[in-house]
């Protein structure tokens, strides 16, 4: 089992940024694929990030592109999402998740393990 525990999200004003962390806990870290989604109440959970296992690959939507950088330190057993030029259209709840594959997937089904997620709002 692998236990995830996000942290960092909060209020703050549009433009501004904010990192999120993701620690875990239990099985190899660096055996996994890390990603963020985000989902708003009533809808599909959306991707916005994925690492791969040495973080060396990334991947990201148009949505967030160019503002959002998800880093790891598998020492620390930790992914990262920086966060910048934030937008209202942020705002929603940010969950990280871990998949024991080999290849980056944008699906949330593809995902095995999952956190409690953490709250973004941007105010405008």
């Known amino acids: 089992q692998l236990q995830l525990v996000e942290s960092g999200g909060g209020l703050v004003q549009a433009e501004d940024s904010l990192r999120l962390s993701c620690a875990a806990s239990?099985?190899?870290?660096?055996?996994?694929?890390m990603a963020w989604f985000r989902q708003a109440p009533g809808k599909e959970r959306e991707f916005v990030a994925a690492?791969?296992?040495?973080?060396?690959?990334?991947a990201y939507p148009d949505s967030v592109k160019g503002r959002f950088t998800s880093s790891r330190e598998n020492a620390k057993n930790t992914v990262y999402l920086q966060m910048n030029s934030l937008k209202p259209e942020d705002t929603t709840r940010y969950y990280c998740?871990?998949?024991?594959?080999?290849?980056?997937?944008?699906?949330?089904?593809?995902?095995?393990?999952w956190g409690q997620g953490t709250q973004v709002i941007v105010s405008s």
């Open positions: 239990g099985r190899a870290f660096g055996n996994y694929i």
């Open positions: 690492i791969s296992r040495s973080g060396t690959g990334t």
């Open positions: 998740a871990a998949d024991d594959d080999t290849f980056i997937s944008y699906s949330p089904t593809d995902y095995g393990y």
